[in-house]
């Protein structure tokens, strides 16, 4: 069975803090159109927010002879998601659990905590500099018991 997606975009970003920002509004004013409010709409907005910003700032260093690209797919009930770097990457089991008592002051690890609270699906290429993520509207994630 093939996806059926009512907008595709593509962008290619410069390593500049507020470079995504025309990329992540239009990806918005699509989601909006096709029926995206509340929890999944801001759910949306975080993962485009934290994944262009860390790829500029984490990914690239904001080093602006390097580039983003990022693809977004939008269903009136599917987000799909890729974005990626020019750095070396990073191993995504290294980032601290910014719910741990002794990470509870730490800078990092917040916005991969949103993205896992928002995301159905969140992958990363063997390198580390490519994070694909995807969730259907009304997704919410798992309650663990633990």
């Given amino acids: 069975m093939t996806a059926q997606w009512d907008w595709t ?7 500049k803090l ?14 909006e159109a096709l029926g995206w409010t509340g929890r ?3 759910g949306v907005q975080m993962t485009l927010e934290e994944t262009l910003t860390n790829a500029i700032r984490h990914g690239n260093h904001n080093d ?13 009930d599917r987000f ?7 750095g070396e990457g990073f191993c995504p ?4 659990d910014c719910t741990a008592d002794e ?3 730490c800078f990092g690890g917040r916005g991969m905590a949103l993205i896992d609270a928002y995301m159905e699906k969140v992958e990363f290429n063997d390198r580390g500099n490519r994070i694909t993520v995807a969730t259907r509207r009304g997704y ?5 018991d633990e």
Avoid: Y
């Fill in 140 to 144: 919410r994630p798992p309650i663990d």
């Fill in 40 to 42: 999944d709409s801001f």
């Fill in 93 to 96: 089991d290294d980032v601290a």
């Fill in 9 to 15: 975009g593509e962008m290619t970003i410069p390593s």
């Fill in 80 to 86: 799909w998601l890729s974005v990626e770097d020019e």
């Fill in 64 to 76: 602006e002879s390097k580039q983003v690209h990022a693809a977004c797919k939008l269903s009136g």
């Fill in 18 to 31: 507020g470079a995504h920002l025309p990329f992540l509004e239009e990806v918005l004013a699509q989601a």
């Fill in 103 to 105: 990470n509870l002051e």
